[in-house]
Structure formats: structure tokens, C-alpha cells
């Protein structure tokens, strides 16, 4: 009967997540959002949004007229990647900035390749997001050899790589994200109550989101009892086993925390199939169109963003000055705000990412 449930839960829930990734996946496949660091290596910076709704840039009218930009992204097939890739090319058609998006689809020899070609086919600038962060040195040190800018954005490649090759890095702060939900936790639940955390500690920001969170809780920690901990690994199926299982040996569970949106929906479907659904709340971050929906349809309480439109125009900008001579770019790493999305914007925004 159990597996059986199991079944429906994931066929109702796969419909919903077909083309998503969430911004944090397999350390060296899928997004890392910010990270708390001791700046030892690089400078960091906290920003707010900076998008500008018009998609303009403010760069001079003909300057980037004749300018070649490259996208080498880690895959094309889910949301979260290809809204970047969207970004990109929308900002680069509006200042006539010719444009490529290169997509190894997860493989690491594919993306060295294509960062051998970007190399050597005279691109102004290039915007990666690694399939493997310790994997493409070589394929940093050509491109940076070439005299190409290089602005790494989601995944953040190794410090090192950091250091000695990018120009930039943009990503969201994921400690940030994972606190304002920690602080919806304890508003909602000012007594305090049992929770469980569906984790994924191979991955950076997914640990920076957990930490956020638990430190969101602030002075109401105390209160709240961690009855599980369990690698979820980003992903709906797994997340929805531990989760069913996390229920039945919990019947007084009151929430989960899920570091990412497919996780968090594994955890929804568990809840539907055990008949717990109004007895448990699911707090998730990337509000990503289906965990926006998920939080209209009441299966989520709260969701904190990933921004990864902004991450793409933030970079896009900064690319353009430096390549003016506007900018001389000197924070190493960048980390742009997170927020909980709300009703209203869930319903404004429901297709698309921030």
C-alpha cells in the first residue's frame, strides 16, 4: 500500500517539476547560492536587487554594438539555467551584442571543450557556470590566457579559480535566504515545535542554508526540537521517501525545513500521502514557478528566493562598464539578496523566476 501511495505522490508531483532544478543540486552540477567565507581568499559583497524592469543597461547608445558575448552554462534543461540564459540574451538583443549559450548538458569533458573553443573565437566576455567547480581550471586559465573577462555566476568555481581567474563572481546569498525563512519559522510558530530538515551537506549553499535557517530561529531556537536530519540530495524522489518515513516515526511533527524547492515538494507529496495535509508545514527556498505554486496552493507556508535573473542582469551590467572602461571591478565575489516571495508576487510572477 505504501509503495503504492509512493507512486501516485511522485506522479502527481513529477507533472509539476518536469524542467526544474532547483539552484542547489550536486555540488559539482547545480547552483550554489552565496556563502559565508572568511574572506581570507576574496572580497565578498552583499547587494540588493539592481534590475532594471526596461532590460536597458544604460551602456552608450553603438558602443557594444560590435561586442560577442558567451554563455557556458552547465545544462539547458531545467528552468533555473535557461531563465539566465534568457536574461542574457534578451539584455545582449537590446544593445545588439551578438550572443552564444553553450551547453555541456552536465559533462565536464563537453564544457572543457567548449571553453577551449570560447578561448580562441574572440569573445568580448564569457559567463560560466561550471558543471564541475574544481574541474575546469584548464579551461579558466585559456580563456583568462586569451584576455577574456571571465564572470562566473550560480556556482561558484573553487577559490582559487576565483582568485587567479574570474573577473567576478554573482550568486545569491544563500545564508540569507535560509535565515528568512528560519525567521518565518518562528513567527509562525512562536511556541516552538518539532521540526525536520531535509538537507544536502555536499553541497556549499545548501549547508549555508541550513545554518541560515537554524540562526533565523533566533531566540525561539530553544524551543524547536530537530527530530530528523536527512540528506534529501535536492531531489523530489529521494525527499519524498525520507519524508514519509520521517512522518510515520513522527506523528507529532509540526514542519520540515527543505533546502530547496524539489525537495520541498517531495515532502508536500509524502504529507498528502500520509493525510497530514493543514498538520504540516513545508517552508522551501527558490521559489522557482512550481514552488511558487506550491505556495498559492497552500502545500508550502513559506518560500525564500533564488534571484537568478537578477544574478544574469547584475553580471551583464557589470560586463558592460568593464568593458566601456567604466569599471574597475575589485569586489571578487558578489552576493545578491534574497527575500521571502508573498502571495502577491508569487501570483504576479508565477511563471518565471526573480
Known amino acids: 500500500m505504501r509503495k ?25 552540477q547545480t547552483g550554489n547560492g552565496g556563502s559565508k567565507e572568511d574572506g581570507n581568499v576574496t572580497e565578498e559583497v552583499n547587494v540588493s536587487e539592481q534590475a532594471d524592469a526596461s532590460g536597458e543597461t544604460g551602456a552608450p547608445e553603438g558602443n557594444s554594438s560590435d561586442l560577442s558575448f558567451a554563455f557556458c552554462t552547465n545544462t539547458l534543461n531545467n528552468t533555473f539555467q535557461s531563465s539566465i540564459d534568457g536574461k542574457l540574451k534578451e539584455l545582449c538583443d537590446a544593445n545588439g ?36 567547480s574544481a574541474g575546469i581550471t584548464a579551461g579558466l586559465a585559456e580563456i583568462k590566457d586569451a584576455g577574456i573577462p571571465i564572470f562566473n555566476v550560480d556556482t561558484a568555481v573553487i577559490d582559487e579559480d576565483i582568485d587567479s581567474f574570474a573577473t567576478l563572481f554573482v550568486g545569491t546569498n544563500a545564508y540569507m535566504a535560509g535565515e528568512l525563512v528560519g525567521e518565518q519559522m518562528a513567527k509562525d510558530y512562536p511556541d516552538g515545535g ?13 549547508v549555508d542554508r541550513v545554518n541560515g535557517f537554524l540562526a533565523g530561529l533566533g531566540d525561539n531556537s530553544s524551543k524547536f526540537e530537530i527530530v530528523a536530519q536527512q ?19 513522527n506523528p507529532e511533527l509540526d514542519a520540515f525545513f527543505c533546502i530547496n524547492d524539489p525537495s520541498a515538494l517531495g515532502a508536500a507529496a509524502a504529507i498528502k500521502g500520509e493525510n497530514k ?22 502545500e508550502f507556508t513559506a518560500v525564500a528566493a533564488q534571484v537568478p535573473l537578477q544574478m544574469a542582469e547584475y553580471s551583464f551590467n557589470e560586463a558592460i562598464k568593464l ?32
Open 4 to 28: 503504492m501511495k509512493k507512486i501516485l505522490a511522485v506522479g502527481a508531483c513529477f507533472c509539476m517539476l518536469i524542467g526544474v532544478l532547483s539552484g542547489c543540486g550536486n555540488n559539482s
Open 97 to 132: 551584442i551578438s550572443y552564444t549559450c553553450l551547453d555541456p548538458d552536465y559533462d565536464l569533458n563537453t564544457q572543457l571543450s567548449q571553453l577551449s573553443d570560447v578561448a580562441v573565437s574572440g569573445y568580448d566576455a564569457v559567463f560560466i557556470i561550471p558543471v564541475d
Open 194 to 206: 518539532k521540526i525536520a530538515v531535509l538537507d544536502f551537506p555536499s553541497n556549499e549553499s545548501c
Open 231 to 249: 540528506d534529501g540530495k535536492a531531489a523530489l524522489d529521494e525527499s519524498l521517501v525520507l519524508a514519509e518515513d520521517i512522518i510515520i516515526a
Open 277 to 298: 495535509t493543514g498538520e504540516i508545514s513545508v517552508y522551501s527556498i527558490d521559489a522557482s514557478p512550481e514552488g511558487k505554486q506550491a505556495l498559492l496552493d497552500g
Open 323 to 354: 568593458l566601456n572602461g567604466e569599471s574597475n571591478i575589485t569586489e571578487k565575489k558578489v552576493y545578491l539578496d534574497s527575500h521571502l516571495v508573498l502571495e502577491e508576487e508569487a501570483k504576479e510572477t508565477l511563471s518565471n523566476w526573480q
